[in-house]
């Protein structure tokens, strides 16, 4: 670990961080409450991010990407979710996920075929890892992609994936090997909506990032062409783990948009709210809350942004994108709950947006691993290294 951690921004992320703000105040807030309430996809936002560039952020700029690093992203993405997360998921899954899984692993021609379509928002994408019976062990998935005369035939399911009820392009990945091969006998995928075995299961209602098409996946001897594998075949575990590094450092940028969004929410509520005749914000016991809410929100962005300094200068980044994942979800569950407690009934009810921001915070302590497995890969990385 390094005696003197470091946070580097680029200068011209000041104007970035503007150009995303901009975006989400204007085409975001306005529909942030109905995208949570109505749990409908928001088809016409997701045309509006792809047309804006927001679904090309990291990706090349030859296929009609920004090219930016994982800090540029992570400003992005801290924006656009202090403002939704259903809105930053949609950004996660298109940009961070799948186009990262082939702007970095696919083929020339996969590149060409789906990368300037998926960066203009005329595709939705998805990324299918989780399964039934495994979620937290990723290397447990059983889908099986059995080899046949050129293709793969695939059999299977997959849960909980963001995007899928909409998906065009799903990246997705099954066992080719057999299961004592664990982790060793997964291969990476991608499949096209309406190939014959490939369909939509359930739609599933979850507590927050509403709105987001999440959906089980379904396959049934479909047969995947052997120009749809990503990678080499076995290849699949590590992909996976490549980009879930990535992610995670941009799912702790989303809980510390969502804390911020809290904490300024507060903010403004201790300044115009009175109680006995005193100004709410006069009262020690609220002071100090919106003291602790305030370090451990700037505590969690400090440890998001030091993980992508690390990535972004080519060095080991796998316990600081653990770490700020795990401790940025966690804050923003705790700072959500103690804004709820400062609005008080206001804080529980939907007149105010507070509530919200805890479903939402609470589905990032979820989603990218929980934060067991998160303190589970720190500590295996602190150990081996000692």
Partial sequence: MSSFPEVRVKPEYVEIQKWAREFATREVLPIAERIDRADEYPVQLARKMGEYGLFGLNMPQEYGGLGLDLMGSVIVGEEIAKVSLSAGFL????????????AKFGSDEQKRRYLPRLVKGEIICAYGLTEPNAGSDAAAITTKATREAGSYVVNGSKMFITQGLHADLLVFFARTGTTEDGAAGITAFMVDKGTPGFRVGQKLEVMGARGTGTAELVFENCRVPDSNLIGHEGDGFLIAMSILSESRVGAAAAAVGI???????SLAYLRSRTIFKRPLAKFEAMQFLLADMAT??????????RAATLHDSGQEFTKESAMCKYFASEAAVWVCERAIQIHGGYGVSKLYPIERYLRDAKILDIVEGTSEVQRYILSRELLEGS
Wanted: without cysteine; aromatic residues 4%; charged residues 15%.
């Fill in 296 to 305: 451990r929100t700037t505590a969690a962005k400090l440890l998001t942004y």
């Fill in 259 to 265: 804390a911020e969004a809290a904490l300024e929410r």
């Fill in 91 to 102: 950004l996660g899954v298109q940009n961070g996920l799948a186009g990262n899984v082939i």
